[in-house]
Every structure is written in structure tokens, then in C-alpha cells.
């Protein structure tokens, strides 16, 4: 089992900026594809971005140039820098880990209101 565990969310103005955290533990294997999705009310979970524990990155076309994904593998962990927000990104984000399964974590909130 694997065990992820996201932080970070919060509520936040138009045009500002949020740091997302999300460490994985347990079973962990060293080759693995971490990412963030999000769901918003109404809509499907959509990915928003994810890396390979080789540093390999993708991003949906509606968050490139404005979030960034990175990872440090010692610790398991990823990070979603999102600058610019808008209130179209106000969603639950949730991470996930792929190792020989996927695991997800339970979401936080990120509301991007004035």
C-alpha cells in the first residue's frame, strides 16, 4: 500500500499564487509517475499535470506557462506551483501515485475568488 497525502490548498484572489505539496509513503517502488488532477463542481477530474521520477513533465494546454510540477525523489514528494490563478482553477486537487497500481490521494480545496 502506498499512502499520499496532499497539502496546501486554500483560498486565494484572482491573479495570485498557491504552492500545492503531496508526499507519498510506504510501498513505494523508485520508478514512478506522480501528478495533480482536479475536479471542479459539476465536471470530471481532469489531469492537470504530472512527472516521472525521471523528471519527465506534461501539462493540460489550460494551466502551461502559468503552473509548474516539480519533484524531489529522496522524499517522494511533488509540488504544484500555480501563479495567476483564476477562478476557472477552483477545484479539488488531488494527487495520485503510479507505481505497479495507482493510489490518490484525498483532495484539497483550492478556491481562487475575490
Known amino acids: 500500500q502506498v499512502q499520499v497525502v496532499e497539502s496546501g490548498g486554500g483560498l486565494v484572489q484572482p491573479g495570485g499564487s498557491l504552492r500545492l505539496s503531496c508526499a507519498a509513503s510506504?510501498?513505494?517502488?523508485?520508478?514512478?509517475?506522480m501528478g495533480w488532477y482536479r475536479q471542479a463542481p459539476g465536471k470530471e477530474r481532469e489531469m492537470v499535470a504530472t512527472?516521472?521520477?525521471?523528471?519527465?513533465?506534461n501539462y493540460a494546454d489550460s494551466v502551461k506557462g502559468r503552473f509548474s510540477i516539480s519533484r524531489d525523489n529522496a522524499e517522494n514528494t511533488i509540488y504544484l506551483q500555480m501563479n495567476s490563478l483564476d477562478p476557472e482553477d477552483t477545484a479539488v486537487y488531488y494527487c495520485k501515485y503510479v507505481g505497479f497500481r495507482g493510489f490518490w490521494g484525498q483532495g484539497t480545496q483550492v478556491t481562487v475568488s475575490s
Open positions: 512527472i516521472t521520477s525521471g523528471g519527465s513533465t
Open positions: 510506504g510501498s513505494t517502488r523508485r520508478s514512478n509517475v
